[in-house]
């Protein structure tokens, strides 16, 4: 069983930056994808970005995309979603995600079917 904790969401303004982290308990984690989701007040949970095991390899909404930056340290076990421009659109639950391994499927299945474990999830809230 992997473990993600998340941290870093925090309530920010318009037009701030955020970085989210995620550390993950995993002893393959440089062999997985890596992903974040988030889930609004009354709404699904949304895809929002996913990096290939080697980082390499990037896919993000269109909602973010050119606004937020997912990134990786293997030799941390750490993701990271480096948010900028924030808007209150923005403001969600934040999820970590992993896949199973113990090979990738990045770029090969839709990320709704990429990822295996889930974080608990960090708070962002942006006001106007």
């Known amino acids: 069983q992997v473990q993600l904790t998340e941290s870093g969401g925090r309530l920010a303004q318009a037009g701030d930056s955020l970085r989210l982290s995620c550390t993950s308990s995993g002893r393959a984690f440089s062999a997985v994808a890596m992903g974040w989701w988030r889930q609004a007040p009354g709404k699904g949970r949304e895809f929002v970005a996913a990096?290939?095991?080697?980082?390499?390899?990037?896919g993000y909404s269109d909602s973010v995309r050119g606004r937020f930056t997912i990134s990786r340290d293997n030799d941390k076990n750490t993701v990271y979603l480096q948010m900028n421009s924030l808007m209150p659109a923005d403001t969600a639950v934040y999820f970590c995600?992993?896949?199973?391994?113990?090979?990738?499927?990045?770029?090969?299945?839709?990320?709704?079917?990429?990822?295996?474990?889930w974080g608990q999830g960090t708070q962002v809230i942006v006001s106007s």
């Open positions: 995600s992993a896949e199973a391994g113990p090979n990738s499927d990045f770029g090969r299945v839709a990320w709704s079917k990429l990822f295996t474990y």
């Open positions: 990096v290939s095991p080697d980082g390499t390899s990037r």
